[in-house]
Each structure stands twice: as structure tokens, then as C-alpha cells.
């Protein structure tokens, strides 16, 4: 490690050779877990109480072979599922659709109709397990399937729990899954949003991701303070549209990564709850405990898996787990050791879903809360990290808002400046990655264990399923109900109604995927960027 990487968090914080009273934050003013600013936690016993849900992310090929994998993570012990769903999904295309071409059910599970949604959730009690639907440009209707298929089954939006991204902020900012240009985009975020206000008590409408962010490259600073300021945009939509923010705050949930150093992420989660805290209270006059309370899932972040010594990702894997625990997380997905060669395959999958269950059971860690409390190197660091979040978020206020800045395009050369300064520590080997850059061997000879392989039969078999549910609506009524369904879509699409429903309507008129993003592209218009 050279002079200018050493003793450095991958945020540019230098790390003291000691730590001590005379040099960092005293434990006597850190509160208690439970109370503002909830530093140490946002419930009193933490994990002594409840565990974090143990959500592995999971999806691929059809929605049969998904809903095969859903049901022996269950049965796994998994105590919440999260639904990874392929790009012509993402991005509103049935899979027949030429742009759909080498992608159906390739990075996730292929839905496109609510014959699709039925078949991923079979024999899942909606009203009984946790589901994040990891989706975002397409979210307004991911959820309209959702309500649909659990009206079918006579569980009522009341009663269904989870978690919907549809975050399409961060989709501008890093990840590039969007549709339509940002003022439509964000007006589907906010109608699904309300209509979940109004009707799904225990649903969390958004889960807003700094983890993609910090995928892009930015560094941990960076995917607090640009988190908390999408945030501030949705916030201020749904004020304009009439409701409080006790009314709506209560229910935005965050999804965070996990990097490689250990401090500063433990540093990192403390620190971001502590300035939401503030931010409500102070900013916006919140008042519910559960406004001011940040919520966050954590992902142990996939860009720092490698391809050369795989099995070495099992330690980077188990030490950010353990980093989110310590940090507090209420939700956690920990990536299989594979994932930078393909999909997870079963036996990594369950490797990866077994270091959750180590650390609950088998580590103590859960038995007290917050356990690094009072470290002077933990609370210098929490703090030096809660200053730096602030400085960016007054940045971002001063130069207008998030939103004005992602049309500019500064947030994302930000990030891709870190990225670029992040990868040039790297190649030069001035950050050491075991295995990669440093102690890499000459070759890998021996024969790698199997990866997982999506058929490319899955997507003829789409396609053919997809033929078979428009000739069974063609042969009835359906047929006629889909398409006055899509004309009342594209007519609200004009006016400034509440979209929702008339999206949950066109999925139970049997419309698809496609043919209801087509009838809002030809509406929105499609966002290309630059």
C-alpha cells in the first residue's frame, strides 16, 4: 500500500495510528438505541427482540424456475424474498419484442403478464411472506401484477408486505434503467407511492438505493449524501401532492451497500441514521418516531467480488455481513461467492444465505446492541463521516436540488471521477485486492466448480408463452376489455390522475408489460440520455 492509499478509508478519511479521548468523540453523549438521533439503533433491544430479515435477492429464467428457487430459500430458513427481474422487464418489453432479443430471463426472471405473476408467487402465502419486488422503471406496474395476483387470491392490498425500489432517481444518477424522461418518471414513482399510502398500510412503496451508487463507484460519503438527496425530491413531490410528511415518511425505506472497510462502513450506517434523523426533525418537522428513524436494507456490494480466486469472496462476503450487522441493518442480502462469473448457483447461494444464519446464531454479535459503541476509532470515524454526508447535502441544496443537478449530469461525473480515481488505485497497485493485484497466481489451472447456466430455451418458451395468453384472451371478452383498459390509461396519461389504477385495471383486463409501457411511452416519450 503507498503513502497516498495507506491508513485511508476508500472516502479519503485517514485512519489514526490511536485512537483516544484527547483525539475522538467520548461515548457520554451517544444516547440510546431507540431514541433520536438513533445513533446506536432504531429499536431499543435491536436484534435481541427481532433478527433483520434475511433476504436473499433471487431470479432467473422463467417465473417456474424462480419460484422453484423462492420456495427452497423458504424452506432454507430465508425469512424474506426479493425478486430479481431481467432487463426486458426493466425496461417494459414483452419478451417477443426485438429489443427483448438475448435477454428474457437472462439477470433476473422474466414478467410480463399476471399468468407470469402467478406462476412466481404458486404456493407463496402473499399475506404471510415479506416481498421486495427489486424493480424500478417498470415499478408502477410490477406492483399492479403484485395486487392483482393477491386479489385473485383473495388477500386484499391491506394485507401484503414488502418492499417496492422504484427508485428511478438513482436509475439517472448510476444505473441506466430508465424509460421515460425524469418529470414522467417521477410522477409514476409518486402515483404508486400514494395509492400505497392510501391502501397498503404495511408496504414500504420505495426503497431508495444508495447501493447502486455506490456500484457506480462512488464512495461512501457519496452514497449516503446523494441517497438522502433523491430522497428530498420524493419528499417533496408527495408534500406538493397534499400529504404530511409524518403521513408518508414513516414508510420510505433505503437500501445501502456494503464495501470492503470494515470501520468505515460500521462508521457509515451509524452515521447515516443520525443525520436523517436530523434531517427530518430539523428540515422538514417531522415528529413520528418512525419518520425520523431510518430504515435500511444492506447489500454486500458486488463490485468488489473477483473472478480470479472466487473462493476468496466468502471472506470479503462475511466480514461486510458482519459490518452491517454491527452497523445495524434491519434487512440483508449476502452475495454468493460466484456471483462475478454468473448467476448464484444453488450451492453458493446456500453458502451465501448460511453466513446470514452463522452470524445471528452462532456469533453473539445479535446479543447486544450496538456492540462497537463507545470505540473511540468507531465514534471519530462516525462522526468525521456525518460531517463530510452534510457538506455534500449543502452542496446539492445550494446548487438548486438533486433533481436540477441529474439533468445537469453532476452527480454523475462525481461519481465517475471516484470510480475513475478508485480504479487508477487499483491498476496501480497502490489499493491491494488479494488475488487480483496482489498475490494473484500465474494461472488457475483445475476445474472450476459449475456455474449457474440460463438455458436459451427460456426465451422461445416465453415467447410461446406469451403467444398462447394473447390467443386465450383473443378467443373472449378480455381481448376488448385490455384494449378499452390501455385507451383509459393513455387518456389519465394525459391529464394529471393519479395513474395507478388505471394500470392495476389494464392488468386485470390481461394486458402486458409492453402493451401498457407502450402506451405510456407513446404518451412520455423515451429519456435516451446525454
Known amino acids: 500500500m503507498s503513502e497516498e492509499t495507506a491508513f485511508k478509508t476508500v472516502s479519503g478519511i485517514e485512519i489514526g495510528r490511536y485512537y483516544g479521548p484527547e483525539n475522538a468523540p467520548g461515548p457520554e453523549n451517544l444516547g440510546h438505541a431507540g431514541e433520536y438521533p438513533f445513533t446506536r439503533g432504531i429499536q431499543k433491544t435491536m436484534y435481541r427482540g427481532r433478527l433483520w430479515t434475511m433476504r436473499q435477492y433471487a431470479g432467473f429464467g422463467t417465473a417456474r424456475q424462480t419460484n422453484e428457487r423462492f420456495r427452497w430459500l423458504l424452506s432454507q430458513g430465508q425469512t424474506g424474498l426479493s425478486t430479481a427481474f431481467d432487463l426486458p422487464a426493466q425496461m417494459g418489453l414483452d419478451a417477443d419484442d426485438a429489443r427483448a432479443k438475448g435477454e428474457v430471463g437472462r439477470v433476473g426472471v422474466?414478467?410480463?403478464?399476471?399468468?407470469?405473476?402467478?406462476?412466481?408467487?404458486?404456493?407463496?402465502p402473499l399475506d404471510k411472506v415479506s416481498t421486495s419486488?427489486?424493480?424500478?422503471?417498470?415499478?408502477?406496474?410490477?406492483?399492479?401484477?403484485?395486487?392483482?395476483?393477491?386479489?385473485?387470491?383473495a388477500v386484499g392490498p391491506e394485507a401484503l408486505r414488502g418492499t417496492l425500489q422504484n427508485d428511478i432517481l438513482k436509475e439517472f444518477i448510476a444505473r441506466g434503467t430508465y424509460i421515460y424522461p425524469v418529470a414522467p418518471s417521477l410522477r409514476l414513482v409518486a402515483d404508486s407511492m400514494e395509492y400505497a399510502f392510501r391502501h397498503m398500510p404495511n408496504f414500504h412503496p420505495i426503497s431508495i438505493s444508495g447501493y447502486h451508487i455506490r456500484e457506480a463507484g462512488s464512495d461512501a460519503v457519496q452514497e449516503i449524501a446523494f441517497t438522502?438527496?433523491?430522497?428530498?425530491?420524493?419528499?417533496?413531490?408527495?408534500?406538493?401532492?397534499?400529504?404530511?410528511?409524518?403521513?408518508?415518511?414513516?414508510?420510505?425505506?433505503f437500501f445501502f451497500g456494503?464495501?470492503?472497510?470494515?470501520?468505515?462502513?460500521?462508521?457509515?450506517?451509524?452515521?447515516?441514521?443520525?443525520?436523517w434523523a436530523k434531517m427530518m426533525k430539523e428540515d422538514y418537522g417531522a415528529r413520528d418516531p418512525k419518520t425520523i428513524s431510518l430504515r435500511f436494507h444492506v447489500q454486500t456490494c458486488g463490485s468488489t467480488l473477483t473472478s480470479q480466486q472466487p473462493r476468496n469472496n466468502v471472506v470479503r462476503v462475511s466480514l461486510q455481513a458482519m459490518a452491517a450487522v454491527l452497523g445495524g441493518c434491519q434487512s440483508l442480502h449476502t452475495n454468493a461467492y460466484d456471483e462475478a462469473l454468473a448467476l448464484p448457483s444453488r450451492q453458493s447461494a446456500e453458502l451465501a444465505l448460511r453466513t446470514q444464519q452463522i452470524l445471528a446464531h452462532e456469533t453473539g454479535i445479535p446479543d447486544t446492541v450496538d456492540p462497537t459503541a463507545g470505540s473511540w476509532a468507531i465514534e471519530s470515524l462516525t462522526a468525521q463521516l456525518e460531517s463530510k454526508i452534510w457538506e455534500t447535502i449543502k452542496r446539492v441544496r445550494d446548487g438548486g436540488g438533486m433533481l436540477g443537478l441529474i439533468e445537469k449530469g453532476v452527480p454523475q461525473g462525481e461519481i465517475q471521477e471516484k470510480a475513475y480515481q478508485y480504479q487508477q488505485d487499483v491498476?496501480?497497485?497502490?489499493?491491494?485486492?488479494?488475488?487480483?493485484?496482489?498475490?494473484?497466481?500465474?494461472?488457475?489451472?483445475?476445474?472450476?466448480?459449475?456455474?449457474?447456466?440460463?438455458?436459451?430455451k427460456v426465451e422461445s418458451e416465453?415467447?410461446?408463452?406469451?403467444?398462447?395468453?394473447?390467443?386465450?384472451?383473443?378467443?373472449?371478452?378480455?381481448?376488448?376489455?385490455?384494449?378499452?383498459?390501455?385507451?383509459?390509461?393513455?387518456?389519465?396519461?394525459?391529464?394529471?390522475?393519479?395513474?395507478?389504477?388505471?394500470?392495476?385495471?389494464?392488468?386485470?383486463?390481461?394486458?402486458?408489460?409492453?402493451?401498457?409501457?407502450?402506451?405510456?411511452?407513446?404518451?412520455?416519450?423515451?429519456?435516451?440520455?446525454?
Open 228 to 253: 438522502f438527496a433523491n430522497a428530498e425530491v420524493y419528499i417533496k413531490e408527495l408534500l406538493r401532492r397534499g400529504l404530511t410528511v409524518d403521513q408518508c415518511g414513516g414508510r420510505l425505506a
Open 110 to 124: 422474466h414478467i410480463g403478464t399476471i399468468e407470469d405473476m402467478e406462476r412466481l408467487f404458486e404456493n407463496i
Open 462 to 530: 416465453q415467447i410461446k408463452g406469451l403467444i398462447a395468453f394473447k390467443r386465450n384472451r383473443a378467443s373472449g371478452p378480455a381481448s376488448v376489455a385490455a384494449e378499452k383498459a390501455l385507451q383509459q390509461l393513455a387518456s389519465a396519461a394525459a391529464s394529471t390522475e393519479n395513474l395507478f389504477p388505471h394500470i392495476l385495471n389494464c392488468v386485470e383486463s390481461r394486458a402486458t408489460l409492453g402493451e401498457i409501457c407502450g402506451r405510456l411511452r407513446a404518451q412520455f416519450g423515451e429519456f435516451h440520455g446525454g
Open 427 to 456: 491498476e496501480s497497485g497502490r489499493r491491494k485486492i488479494v488475488g487480483l493485484n496482489y498475490l494473484a497466481l500465474e494461472s488457475e489451472n483445475g476445474k472450476r466448480k459449475e456455474t449457474l447456466k440460463v438455458s436459451p
Open 133 to 153: 419486488l427489486t424493480i424500478n422503471a417498470t415499478a408502477v406496474v410490477l406492483l399492479a401484477f403484485y395486487v392483482a395476483v393477491a386479489k385473485r387470491r
Open 258 to 275: 456494503c464495501h470492503n472497510h470494515f470501520l468505515e462502513e460500521i462508521a457509515k450506517f451509524r452515521a447515516a441514521r443520525r443525520v
